[in-house]
Nanobody, 126 residues
Framework: QVQLVESGGGLVQAGDSLRLSCAAS????????MGWFRQAPGKEREFLGR????????????SVKGRFTISRGNAENTVENTVYLEMNNLKLEDTGLYYC???????????????WGQGTQVTVSS
């Protein structure tokens, strides 16, 4: 059974940093792209970035470039593994429910991802 479990969210102040984790299990993800998405209240889910699990190549949306970094904790071809989202200089508009997702295509679209976690809340206060 595939599981993606996010953790690390919380309440922080503007300018703070936070690292989210996504523990992936249930299958081998070496051929997958791992994406991070965010959904703010009343807004659509938006793509933040993704990482190619085997190559470690990353792509980001423009608004988070230079502030957010995606990495994988283990490059080996194992069943259980973790992907991270390091967020620096957090802004009020970064508030939202953060999801990780796994898909086999390199895409910014949520519909392209096959597996999703339950999300972890990040709230940035002034």
């Amino acid at each position: 059974q595939v599981q993606l479990v996010e953790s690390g969210g919380g309440l922080v102040q503007a300018g703070d940093s936070l690292r989210l984790s996504c523990a992936a299990s249930g299958r081998t993800f070496s051929s997958y792209h791992m994406g991070w998405f965010r959904q703010a209240p009343g807004k659509e889910r938006e793509f933040l970035g993704r990482i190619n699990w085997s190559l470690g190549l990353t792509t980001y949306r423009d608004s988070v470039k230079g502030r957010f970094t995606i990495s994988r904790g283990n490059a080996e071809n194992t069943v259980e593994n973790t992907v991270y989202l390091e967020m620096n200089n957090l802004k009020l508009e970064d508030t939202g429910l953060y999801y990780c997702a796994a898909g086999q295509s390199s895409s910014d679209r949520a519909s392209a991802y096959d597996y999703w976690g339950q999300g972890t809340q990040v709230t940035v206060s002034s």
